[in-house]
């Protein structure tokens, strides 16, 4: 679009020593002009297209086999409960609910903070840069415990499902998924998180690493600006 602008504006600055008549240079004027009106529309329009085809398709990534991918998960939940009993109360025992009221304080570490940028999933990132006791935020769903983890959806929060038993854990916390749904405050949610030790990882080459999780939802702007 900037580019009509250029080119067009040239055109537009016409003077009228070089058209005489000065109903042509007005009518040469006024079909540029038009043109320009033109130009920047359709442009306009096709980003808009462009955009909705995009937000369609981000949207239908989510959903994709999606009756597979809940055949899947309800099978990796059923595993997981079966293997992996006394972990997953442990993890339950020592999970700790925050909300806005509590109040908590982080002991300072003397140790040189380092911070790395990686395009990759975070359960790949888990076991490519665990150190010791290491955490994972959980782009949570603060209605549902997994999010669409059962019903075949795969966000973040349904990938770190389906390569954990953080499902298991965190459906056990039926009230407060409960107060979340009672206080949505428009969308925008409340400052509550869980916070679960030792969430059992399997990576697709069968290995395995503890990591804690941090399940905690963003507020939805685009539909509390509704």
């Given at each position: 679009?900037?580019?009509?602008?250029?080119v067009l504006s040239h055109l537009l600055i016409l003077d009228t020593k070089n058209y005489?008549?000065?109903?042509?240079?007005?009518?040469?004027?006024?079909?540029?002009?038009?043109?320009?009106?033109?130009?920047?529309?359709?442009?306009?329009?096709?980003?808009?297209?462009?955009?909705?085809?995009?937000?369609?398709?981000?949207?239908?990534?989510?959903?994709?086999?999606?009756?597979?991918?809940?055949?899947?998960?309800?099978?990796?939940?059923?595993?997981?409960?079966?293997?992996?009993?006394?972990?997953?109360?442990?993890?339950?025992?020592?999970?700790?609910?925050?909300?806005?009221?509590?109040?908590?304080?982080?002991?300072?570490?003397?140790?040189?903070?380092?911070?790395?940028?990686?395009?990759?999933?975070?359960?790949?990132?888990?076991?490519?840069?665990?150190?010791?006791?290491?955490?994972?935020?959980?782009?949570?769903?603060?209605?549902?415990?997994?999010?669409?983890?059962?019903?075949?959806?795969?966000?973040?929060?349904?990938?770190?499902?389906?390569?954990?038993?953080?499902?298991?854990?965190?459906?056990?916390?039926?009230?407060?998924?409960?107060?979340?749904?009672?206080?949505?405050?428009?969308?925008?949610?409340?400052?509550?998180?869980?916070?679960?030790?030792?969430?059992?990882?399997?990576?697709?080459?069968?290995?395995?690493?503890?990591?804690?999780?941090?399940?905690?939802?963003?507020p939805n702007f685009t539909a509390a600006a509704k």
């Open positions: 679009m900037v580019e009509y602008y250029h005489k008549n000065i109903k042509v240079d007005f009518f040469i004027k006024s079909t540029f002009f038009y043109l320009l009106i033109f130009l920047i529309f359709f442009d306009i329009i096709f980003i808009e297209i462009n955009k909705g085809v995009k937000k369609m398709a981000d949207i239908s990534y989510y959903w994709q086999n999606k009756s597979l991918r809940a055949s899947q998960a309800n099978q990796h939940t059923e595993i997981m409960t079966h293997q992996y009993p006394e972990e997953i109360e442990d993890s339950l025992l020592n999970s700790l609910i925050y909300s806005p009221t509590d109040t908590f304080f982080i002991n300072p570490v003397d140790k040189e903070i380092q911070i790395f940028l990686a395009a990759k999933d975070s359960v790949s990132t888990i076991f490519d840069y665990y150190d010791g006791k290491t955490a994972v935020l959980n782009f949570a769903s603060y209605k549902n415990p997994g999010g669409g983890f059962l019903s075949g959806s795969r966000a973040q929060e349904e990938s770190l499902c389906h390569s954990s038993f953080l499902y298991n854990v965190l459906s056990k916390f039926p009230t407060y998924y409960g107060w979340n749904q009672n206080h949505l405050n428009r969308s925008l949610y409340e400052n509550r998180a869980i916070y679960s030790p030792r969430i059992l990882f399997e990576n697709e080459d069968g290995d395995t690493v503890y990591c804690d999780v941090i399940t905690c939802a963003a």
